[in-house]
């Protein structure tokens, strides 16, 4: 399994006991939910300990760099992908976890588009994998939508003005993912091979808070 | 229900915890957390309607302080209290997977045209963002038939039907303040939709 916490972050795995009169944390909740499902004969530890390993090593944004990257390269696939992602999706061999009918919107000097939920956290997992604790938190999902030109500020991502803002909301189980522009560094995409293109296509800009080329 | 977790256009929360780039998981027990609630909701044979329902009716200041992958681990504990399961009932039968739906009747709006947000206000779970009730927005995307989750989530059946991405000028939801050259779009319901 991928170590991705490094030798500090025992903390978790080493609580066992609730300390009395304090509610217990997240871990210890975790282990206590976990140890009933084994007694109870319901789950192994094993499955548990491989469905970890699959959140932890499968899961990430590398189908969605790729089919940004293939959608610069060639415009029958972006044009595909703009009116029939579902289509693209279905070619790939990717999970439709948490992604039954995906949306794929352009990023355009006229128009910048960026992704939240405001309502949990919904998420297109099967092509950007699990969402970074940011997307998640509060002052996210309360202002993306109250106020995108600062907080895309904030961020380190000025949108020119004049160029028209579309926040996504997805409050249903429709998934948005943002097709970004080619940064402008780039030259000639064709010089260019889809795996180094993929290398400029960063999880963030997909979902519209940094522009692609900046990982 | 006009819940804590209904986070659209509050304001109070400051910046941004952003980091670029940042990894999805912090700590040991996230990942496994989120393992151990997807084998709770197996068990307890719940749908993910009802988990969102679950994860909502965690109180408001414990909502916002556990974390994520806190509120799954809370709410994976209530869908199993609730189920008959832990007091040695049956394992329930697993419930139809996915939320897309086949949907025979057309949709009742098209793109296009302007609609305004029923003023509901639903008591269980609803995915009608409040900061959007009774405003009219334009539908620029007819989606697929969805099961709709404000009946799902109470095993009250699928209902399924359309959902519509409705687009909202900033300025129709944040007043004379509102940025300039911005609009949301909301993806609802048919049932939260009246002609406008």
Request: contains cysteine; proline residues 7%; aromatic residues 8%.
């Amino acid at each position: 399994m991928t170590d991705v916490f490094g030798a500090g972050a025992t903390e978790a795995s080493a609580a066992t006991g609730v300390t009395p009169g304090r509610p217990p944390t997240n871990a210890q909740r975790t282990e206590a939910l976990e140890s009933l499902l084994v007694e109870r004969g319901y789950v192994t530890t094993a499955e548990i300990d491989r469905l970890v390993e699959h959140f932890l090593d499968d899961l990430g944004p590398m189908v969605g760099s790729r089919i940004v990257a293939q959608a610069w390269l060639d415009p029958a696939y972006k044009q595909r992908l703009l009116t029939d992602a579902d289509a693209v999706l279905a070619e790939l061999d990717v999970g439709s976890t948490q992604t039954e009918h995906l949306v794929v919107v352009e990023n355009t000097p006229e128009v910048h588009n960026v992704v939240v939920c405001t309502l949990c956290s919904c998420y297109p997992w099967s092509v950007l994998g699990l969402p970074p604790a940011w997307y998640k938190d509060p002052a996210y999902r309360s202002r993306i939508v109250r106020e995108p030109r600062a907080v895309l500020a904030e961020m380190g991502t000025e949108v020119d003005e004049g160029t028209e803002i579309r926040v996504w909301d997805s409050s249903a189980e429709v998934r948005y993912l943002v097709l970004p522009m080619p940064p402008d560094d780039v030259g000639e995409l064709h010089d260019r091979t889809i795996d180094e293109l993929a290398q400029l296509v960063g999880r963030d800009a997909m979902i519209g808070v940094a522009p692609a080329g900046t990982r | 229900m006009d819940g804590i977790h209904d986070l659209g256009g509050r304001q109070g929360f400051g910046r941004v915890p952003y980091e670029p780039d940042q990894e999805p998981w912090h700590e040991t027990w996230e990942p496994r957390a989120m393992a151990v609630t997807l084998a709770a909701t197996r068990v307890a044979g719940t749908n993910v309607d009802q988990m969102r329902y679950a994860i909502e009716r965690i109180p408001p200041a414990e909502y916002l302080t556990a974390g994520y992958y806190g509120r799954w681990i809370r709410a994976a504990r209530t869908l199993l209290e609730e189920s008959e399961v832990l007091e040695g009932g049956e394992l329930p039968a697993a419930q139809p997977t996915g939320a897309l739906r086949a949907v025979d009747r057309p949709p009742r709006f098209s793109t296009g045209e302007m609609v305004r947000v029923r003023d509901l206000h639903t008591a269980g779970h609803t995915r009608l963002p409040g900061y959007c009730r009774g405003r009219v927005g334009r539908v620029v995307l007819v989606h697929p038939g969805f099961v709709f989750p404000d009946t799902n989530s109470q095993r009250a059946g699928e209902r399924p039907q359309h959902v519509y991405a409705v687009r909202f000028e900033a300025a129709t939801l944040w007043g004379e303040g509102a940025e300039s050259d911005a609009a949301v779009h909301v993806d609802l319901f048919e049932d939260y939709l009246e002609a406008a």
